[in-house]
């Protein structure tokens, strides 16, 4: 037990890879935990048909979501230039510039949605669950940085707290409304922002800033 836990201690890298892997298994099995029993406990709460609505616009936010990614948070951690305020800052820039076009594209296409799948509802909840996308654009790079330098604990750990003050709320909030999709939709616009909001103070976040350094923008993209 002790050669086993002797490998985890220290600053050499296979240490610090042991340790990351953990918390990256340990905040994965507790968030999965998360998942499952709130799962069961807003089916309890909520009618089937808010579970259904939510089937048919979470993939299309996630799927223009991948389709978008441009690589940045794998440009930040590969790059030379990968702890640069100015690169930084651009890049934070570009993620808010994504966020902003995924909603728009989310909002141009929620009413041909809405009448393929003849649900009036997908006209105004495709843009509300797009919000998140926004949201998520403000989200600190140092989510990013924290990856370069190997730092999943604190990941993992701003991803629970995120995870589990969210869900509480949104059950909070499906207890006092259970004829309505709107529990489901606002826990996931909180749990994005308590992730923004974490990314900020709980990381070794810098001031973020609007900056386009064309050198820096060039490299983002390219990669």
């Given at each position: 037990m002790a050669i086993v836990l002797g490998k985890?201690?220290?600053?050499?890298?296979?240490?610090?890879?042991?340790?990351?892997?953990?918390?990256?298994?340990?905040?994965?099995?507790?968030?999965?935990?998360?998942?499952?029993?709130?799962?069961?406990?807003?089916?309890?709460?909520?009618?089937?048909?808010?579970?259904g609505l939510m089937a048919l616009v979470n993939p299309v936010v996630f799927g223009i979501g991948m389709m978008s990614d441009i690589g940045l948070g794998q440009a930040i951690v590969h790059n030379k230039r990968g702890e640069d305020k100015t690169f930084l800052n651009t890049a934070w820039t570009l993620q808010l510039i994504r966020g902003a076009l995924i909603w728009l594209i989310v909002i141009i296409i929620a009413y041909p949605f809405s009448v393929i799948y003849e649900q009036p509802a997908i006209l105004w909840l495709l843009p509300l669950l797009g919000l998140t996308s926004i949201i998520m654009g403000f989200q600190s790079v140092a989510v990013f940085t924290a990856n370069r330098k190997l730092q999943l604990g604190r990941l993992n750990w701003m991803e629970f707290l995120s995870n589990l003050i969210g869900v509480a709320l949104m059950l909070l909030w499906a207890y006092f409304d259970r004829s309505s999709v709107l529990p489901l939709v606002g826990g996931a616009i909180m749990i994005a922002l308590l992730r923004v909001l974490f990314s900020h103070h709980l990381l070794e976040a810098h001031t973020h800033r609007l900056q386009w350094d064309r050198p820096a923008v060039k490299e983002l993209l390219h990669f």
């Open positions: 985890f201690q220290g600053e050499g890298l296979k240490a610090i890879a042991l340790r990351g892997s953990a918390w990256t298994v340990l905040g994965h099995g507790a968030n999965q935990l998360i998942r499952l029993g709130s799962n069961v406990i807003l089916a309890y709460l909520l009618f089937p048909a808010a579970f």
